[in-house]
């Protein structure tokens, strides 16, 4: 749980880090110019006199916070993959999902070192993120696993048998919805990658049109080389109102699926535990769109668009509480 609850403070910083423009605070790896701290990088006039970007304190301690936290969490999954293989016979945790949960945070430490080195290339940074959240939802699911274990308030082994064809379509409804939020995921993290949100600055509408001038073409354009400064972006402005269409019209999709799937599971009776989970679906989805809707209409302040972020995590959270719900009749 304590490893689960730290890799989502990691994601919230990671995206703190990113909107503040951050990410390239230290832009060496994984030390801060060649020290462990930026307040040693500091102390060093030479270290940062002749580096291609001046050292700004604040945002070299937010960089490497982010990286502290992410160690951290690291070290974690470490041992508590030490500790499936000791206890393998008590079957206290999957051994063969842990170890997939420890090479995604190599692959993940990798990533963050490619976000840096490749200066913010927007593939890199969107991969670093969905791992990031992948990360989290396989720490969720083990701890929702320890809690079935347990008897806990998740534990719903039966409660579906006997409902028919309504749980099959619950179940059913739920993976959409679960599918369709990892990709609406993805597009909020090209969209933030690609400094795309301001592209739209209006609501409903994108620059007072319902459908202003956008290339799609160049606006999903994967690689663009790795010798490429993206720091602020380099895409026209066209090619950012496609990101950001594509993200808003994303966001109303997936919201109608995951909306539908929560109702059809409030219509099963005799399954507390997946209605409890429905319910937190709901409040999270309607969290997730007033904080959006607040964010545009405020002008994108940074504070609300970090908890954009969060929001985003929490709900995908809960839409796994509601699949395990439902999975487990």
């Known amino acids: 749980m304590v ?37 040693g990088a500091a102390a060093d006039a030479g270290a940062t006199v002749h580096a291609a970007r001046p050292l700004e304190l604040g945002k070299a301690w937010r960089e490497m916070v982010h990286r502290y936290a992410a160690g951290t969490v690291g070290l974690l999954i470490v041992c508590l993959t030490a ?17 997939a949960l420890l090479a995604i945070v190599v692959l993940q430490g990798t990533l963050g070192m490619l976000t840096v080195t490749w200066q913010l290339t927007p593939l890199i940074v969107t991969l670093h993120l969905l791992f990031g959240l992948t990360t989290l939802s396989v720490l969720w699911w083990l701890v929702m696993s320890l809690w079935r274990r347990r008897g806990g308030a998740w534990d719903v082994h039966g409660t579906l048998r006997g409902v028919g064809g309504d749980a099959r379509s619950a179940r059913a409804l739920a993976f959409i919805g679960l599918l369709a939020l990892a990709a ?27 459908w202003p001038q956008a290339d799609f073409q160049a606006g999903f354009v994967l690689w663009r080389g790795a010798n490429v400064n993206f720091d602020g972006g380099v895409l026209a402005s066209p090619a950012r109102v496609a990101i950001q269409l594509s993200h808003r019209i994303g966001a109303l999709l997936t919201s109608a699926l995951v909306l539908a799937a929560a109702l059809a599971t409030l219509r099963l ?61």
């Open 3 to 39: 490893a689960c609850a730290l890799c989502l403070l990691v994601v919230v910083l990671g995206a703190y880090v990113r909107l503040s423009d951050a990410g390239l605070g230290c832009p060496d790896w994984p030390g801060c110019y060649g020290h462990f701290t930026p307040a």
């Open 83 to 99: 500790m499936a293989v000791v206890w393998q016979r008590e079957r206290i945790v999957p051994v063969t999902l842990v170890a």
């Open 184 to 210: 609406q995921i993805t597009l909020g993290g090209w969209t933030s990658s690609n400094y795309a949100a301001l592209a739209c600055p209006d609501l409903p509408t994108c620059q007072g049109h319902w």
């Open 269 to 329: 009776r005799r399954a507390l535990a997946a209605r409890r989970a429905a319910v937190l679906v709901l409040v999270m989805l309607a969290t997730q769109l007033t904080i959006g809707v607040a964010m545009v209409l405020r002008g994108f302040p940074l504070w609300l668009a970090t908890a954009h972020n969060a929001g985003a995590a929490l709900l995908l959270l809960a839409t796994l509480t509601l699949n395990r719900a439902l999975r487990l009749a």
